[in-house]
């Protein structure tokens, strides 16, 4: 129903609108591989003129009571169908080191370099990669974002108005 709409709307705009849809899954290890087969099927089931708006699926949510470990078997199923079908393949987007509110700033940088292990094409908010730290986070938070940008292909999303009013980032320049 979802690229439906999503049809029509860039029908409506004449072409000049392409509508993209990444699904969010669980962070539940089984939950999340159902959701994620199960999208799968759809695609499967789908002409390609309705399946092209679906491009990623994402985790979001909480991340603080979830070990990112736990979706590693989706990340790994994601890559694995994305060889084999690149055509329907799905972009992996992971929010992460989002928030500090009941973990350190370090462990939210262990959360944003996991993340990029696992293969995130887009790692949301990464806060903590910023975040206000001792000397020696300062240098775990430095040696990480190198590691981002040197060896990775992931790519930080920097959700402004959200680290604002969640993340607990002070004001726009603090970005």
């Not at 962070?27 to 708006?53: C, F, N, T």
């Not at 262990?110 to 240098?139: F, K, N, P, Q, S």
Request: charged share 25%; hydrophobic share 40%.
């Amino acid at each position: 129903g979802l690229c439906r709409g999503m049809a029509e709307f860039e029908a409506e705009s004449s072409g000049v609108f392409e509508p993209r849809l990444a699904l969010s899954l669980s962070r539940d290890p089984d939950l999340g591989m159902q959701q994620y087969l199960s999208i799968k099927s759809w695609q499967e089931a789908s002409p390609v003129a309705l399946k092209r708006h679906l491009t990623g699926i994402d985790f979001s949510g909480y991340e603080e009571t979830s070990d990112a470990r736990g979706i590693r078997g989706i990340c790994a199923r994601l890559h694995s169908d994305n060889s084999d079908a690149p055509r329907d393949a799905l972009a992996l987007l992971i929010h992460a080191g989002e928030t500090t509110e009941t973990s350190s700033v370090s462990d939210g940088i262990r959360r944003i370099e996991m993340a990029a292990r696992m293969g995130a094409h887009r790692v949301g908010h990464a806060v903590a990669l910023g975040a206000d730290c001792d000397e020696e986070t300062r240098a775990l938070q430095g040696r990480v974002r190198r590691w981002i940008a040197d060896e990775t292909k992931s790519v930080i999303e920097c959700c402004i108005t959200s680290n604002l009013v969640l993340a607990g980032v002070s004001d726009v320049l603090a970005h």
